[in-house]
T-cell receptor, first 116, second 114 residues
Framework: DAGVIQSPRHEVTEMGQEVTLRCKPI?????LFWYRQTMMRGLELLIY????????DSGMPEDRFSAKMPNASFSTLKIQPSEPRDSAVYFC??????????????FGQGTRLTVV | AQKVTQAQTEISVVEKEDVTLDCVYE???????LFWYKQPPSGELVFLIR??????QNEISGRYSWNFQKSTSSFNFTITASQVVDSAVYFC???????????FGGGTRLMVKP
């Protein structure tokens, strides 16, 4: 398996523009997580899905942020409109719940977002 | 609520020194899972180890070893004979019993100088 795949790796956009980050989890994994990493706050959980259903989005900072998982192999995180303070590295991770336990979360390489 | 604390924000050592990264956690679950991840300068998060709360055996993998002490809620990570390639940010993380909350510590930046 190629692991968790995120695209793009880098994104530079102007304030006010819409940004869409993409994630392909590991095949067969039933949990998908979106994290944001900044110097100030470290790694923060934004939202997670179980079997394509959003379970907890309490970490999503504002209504400008939205996430979808239309099928088991694809998820998006959208920011509209983007602001400079959204600049961060966004990670997607997936894991499998099996035999009563979760595997470790496997992370994608991240998308470095810069909003100017 | 659960919490992971990595009190050391930055550690600098000289190559071949041993170094221990501390991790202390808080949770109300009786069953939980602990992890260490490495984030090298390239930015990806690399899984290193997973430990179940009911397994207190310490583990050694090459130059890496982990000391899990349930009594003190600690899961420390030791690198023996450190190398420059060990330079990275290391994260300790805690997964709850339900498997839906993975909480990270603030990370420890390790710099190994030649």
């Amino acid at each position: 398996d190629a692991g968790v795949i995120q695209s793009p790796r880098h994104e530079v956009t102007e304030m006010g523009q819409e940004v869409t980050l993409r994630c392909k989890p590991i095949s067969g994994h039933d949990y998908l997580f979106w994290y944001r990493q900044t110097m100030m706050r470290g790694l923060e959980l934004l939202i997670y899905f179980n079997n394509n259903v959003p379970i907890d989005d309490s970490g999503m900072p504002e209504d400008r942020f939205s996430a979808k998982m239309p099928n088991a192999s694809f998820s998006t995180l959208k920011i509209q409109p983007s602001e400079p303070r959204d600049s961060a590295v966004y990670f997607c991770a997936s894991s499998l719940f099996s035999d009563g336990t979760n595997t470790e979360a496997f992370f994608g390489q991240g998308t470095r977002l810069t909003v100017v | 609520a659960q919490k992971v604390t990595q009190a050391q924000t930055e550690i600098s050592v000289v190559e071949k020194e041993d170094v221990t990264l501390d991790c202390v956690y808080e949770t109300r679950d009786t069953t939980y899972y602990l992890f260490w991840y490495k984030q090298p300068p390239s930015g990806e998060l690399v899984f290193l180890i997973r430990r179940n709360s009911f397994d207190e055996q310490n583990e050694i993998s090459g130059r890496y070893s982990w000391n899990f002490q349930k009594s003190t809620s600690s899961f420390n990570f030791t690198i023996t004979a450190s190398q420059v390639v060990d330079s990275a940010v290391y994260f300790c993380a805690l997964l709850n019993n339900a498997g839906n909350m993975l909480t990270f510590g603030g990370g420890t930046r390790l710099m190994v100088k030649p």
